[in-house]
């Protein structure tokens, strides 16, 4: 544990990768497909992306900083929120100024700009607030505790490049697995991050999944794997706004790790039409009794359903189920 020589900040700093876009040749401009970009992992995965030719992506990043704390405290001033991304392979290193959203609220935005040929492999994105402490300037008075990495080379958000997926009996495994013996997957939400857990009992369902061989096959696993994906987003939301911090005045916190990045990607579909804090206290008040929860459950998994692009994998699942069947035909 580091100890300072001046006050630093107690609340939690975060940040997340909200939107990323790709320039190619030409100045051609394209929005990087959601699923390259994990704020459960923490990982934007630029590798495949939807076009190989790209030159640049661009960043936008919003932080979430305990403005309260700063304003109430009064030993900060000149405070600043940066943006720092490092990689350490290029020696590269990109510095950005967020600015405080117009409502003077907790959240402060910006982009980071990343050119394609500074990089080779992975960049830590950490986001710093510095200030004035004790009249020394450019002190840092906080950070986000996880930095996002950048992912130049893989297509595939996953902070270990592991997806963690394991395959195990429910009838054999695990005392409380073996209440799921007839379910094909569960997501667990009990350890740091979430996983699934893949019933072996199913027989070839593991294969399907992981491994698909024939054109059908890989058809049925696209759409097993949405539907999986839109199970652990269902599974990390209510896990998430099951376990809130709460203010003296009663207001719900956002967690600082995984889960109050989750509740901020879903809660604008869950509770449109306000801000991210008026509807988590509004979840809050229903889960808790003060209003109907289960009315609520539908825009849950809707929310759930747009980020595992369930839609998107449906329509490709029933346009290739038809071609397939016309080639059979003819």
Known sequence: MKVYPYPRLTGAVTARVTAARLRGPGDSREQLDSRRCSVVEQVVALGMAERDDWHTARLTVTATVPSREIEADGRWSDVAVIAVLTEGATNTRVVRRLERGADGGREWSGEVEISRDDHVDRAALVVYVVATVQGVAGRVIGSTAQEWWIDVTSDVPLRDRQLDVTTVSFSRGAEWLRNF????????????????????????????????????????????????????????????????????????????????????????????????????????????????WTDLQPRIHYAAARRAEIPRALASTVRDIERFDQENDA
């Open 181 to 292: 013996r007839d379910a094909p997957w569960v997501v667990d939400t009990s350890g740091r991050m979430p996983a699934v857990r893949l019933n072996s009992d199913f027989e070839g369902f593991a294969a399907l999944v992981q491994d698909p061989g024939s054109r059908m096959e890989s058809v049925v696993s696209e759409i097993l794997l949405a539907q999986m994906c839109a199970d652990v987003w269902t599974a990390v939301f209510h896990t998430a706004i099951g376990d809130l911090e709460i203010e003296d005045d009663g207001s719900p916190l956002f967690p600082p790790d995984w889960r109050g990045a989750v509740l901020r990607e879903m809660l604008p579909d869950v509770v449109p039409g306000g801000s991210v804090e008026h509807a988590l206290r509004e979840v809050h008040m229903r889960r808790t009794g003060g209003a109907s």
